[in-house]
């Protein structure tokens, strides 16, 4: 119904999906769990509900399809008790709700909940351990799957030396907090492997969100942040791809939320367009205080990065007389030797144009709005076209954390003042 009142009703509509005509029903006669699915070039269909004590299931075999069919698999119902040399061999238990470990091929988890239960076990300092999903060595398509967990150290989808994931429509709920070694990094999506992730939903992650994105199109992130280097999204060069990392919206609250985190070598023709981000920083943390936010960084060595058509809006606050700050862009590319072994780059080349960057403080707390105070060592560091408006510094070339250093190049952008405090300055 319109606002003026009138009713218009279109015709109904319907459609009928496939059904299966050779699947093997779960539980059916399968013992479990966990449940072994070991027949290669099968599709698998839960039936019921399912809750495990511990284990839901694994997958042993080539091309497997787990279809959840809108159920929800409850594993670590109950505690589980583990012997001490338990966190050096995690990765070898399965107390996962599905745990993929076939070597090599391709398997397929759909459509229903993966859940931790009450007995809410911790994984390890590096996320392994208790994940709603662990997969060894094959390339995994998960789709419309919604993940819930909260223990201590648990990432959410960890993937383990497998390459060419495709998550897609799938829901990551992180209720958890604790983050013993932040340097490790607690995830939605974590891992040594990299994969296209679109169109997913991360309605909450204590630390980082999806790491070892290459294609990560239209996917909406929420960083509640436990931890410094909280990074919403993180690109990969390990397909040895251009990387695209566009449309994704991610905001960030907490004691280190960074949207977009870029580090390494990528391929020429990678970029990150068209993204919202919003961030700010509402907590103390206790290894640096008020730690600050950002909406995009880079600060270790990165090459070929081009950034263009972004909305990236920092917000700034003094909390107690503590000042939280935000460097909406928090770059700068030093001379840096690829891991591979090959010479030292020292011409990076990062290239900033046509960005909408807005840097925002109460009573002028230090909202930095481009902050090259990363030790640049590049003469390709150039900011062109992008619009920065900010209540306390457009351009920031220098603070505690480094210096520009040099060479950084501005060229038509368009700086704008917002308030009035005294300790505005454009540069």
Not at 18 to 40: E, S
Request: contains cysteine; aromatic residues 10%.
């Amino acid at each position: 119904q319109g606002t003026d009142g009138e009713q218009v009703v279109d015709r109904i509509r319907e459609f009928r999906t496939t059904r299966y005509t050779d699947a093997v029903p779960v539980p059916g006669d399968l013992p479990g769990p966990p449940f072994v699915l070991d027949r290669a070039n099968t599709t698998y269909v839960v039936t019921a509900d399912i809750t495990a004590p511990l284990a839901g299931f694994e997958i042993k075999a080539d091309n497997v399809t787990l279809d959840l069919d809108g159920h929800t698999v409850t594993y670590n119902a109950r505690p589980a008790e583990r012997p001490d040399d338990w966190p050096v061999r995690a990765y070898r238990e399965n107390d996962h709700g599905v745990k993929v470990t076939v070597r090599g091929g391709r398997v397929r988890i759909l459509g229903g909940t993966i859940r931790q239960g009450a007995g809410n076990n911790s994984g390890t300092a590096v996320g392994i351990g208790c994940n709603p999903v662990y997969v060894g060595n094959a390339a995994v398509e998960m789709a419309g799957v919604e993940l819930i967990w909260a223990g201590a150290d648990i990432s959410g989808a960890f993937f383990h030396w497998n390459t060419g994931n495709h998550v897609h429509h799938c829901v990551f709920d992180d209720r958890g907090t604790v983050v013993s070694n932040r340097h490790q990094a607690i995830s939605s999506i974590d891992g040594n492997s990299w994969g296209d992730y679109d169109h997913n939903l991360v309605r909450s992650t204590r630390q980082q969100g999806l790491r070892g994105c290459v294609a990560a199109t239209h996917n909406e992130i929420y960083v509640d942040s436990q931890a410094t280097n909280a990074f919403g999204m993180v690109g990969s060069s390990r397909a040895g791809k251009p990387i695209e990392i566009a449309h994704n919206r991610i905001v960030g609250i907490g004691e280190h939320p960074v949207g977009i985190a870029m580090f390494k070598q990528f391929p020429p023709g990678s970029s990150v367009h068209h993204n919202y981000v919003e961030v700010k920083c509402t907590r103390s943390g206790q290894e640096y205080g008020y730690t600050g936010s950002a909406c995009f960084r880079t600060t270790w060595g990165a090459d070929n990065l081009d950034v263009h058509d972004n909305t990236f809006i920092g917000h700034a606050d003094v909390y107690d007389g503590k000042v939280a700050k935000t460097r909406v862009l928090w770059v700068g590319l030093p001379h840096f030797t690829p891991k591979d072994g090959t010479d030292p780059i020292t011409d990076a080349r990062g290239i900033f144009c046509d960005n909408q960057i807005i840097a925002r403080g109460p009573g002028g707390a230090k909202a930095g709005g481009i902050c090259v105070v990363c030790l640049n060592q590049s003469p390709n560091l150039i900011f062109r076209g992008n619009t920065v408006a900010s209540t306390w510094a457009n351009v920031l070339l220098s603070d505690e954390y480094g210096q520009a250093d040099g060479y950084p190049k501005f060229v038509e952008n368009t700086f704008l003042r917002e308030g009035n405090f005294d300790n505005y300055y454009t540069i």
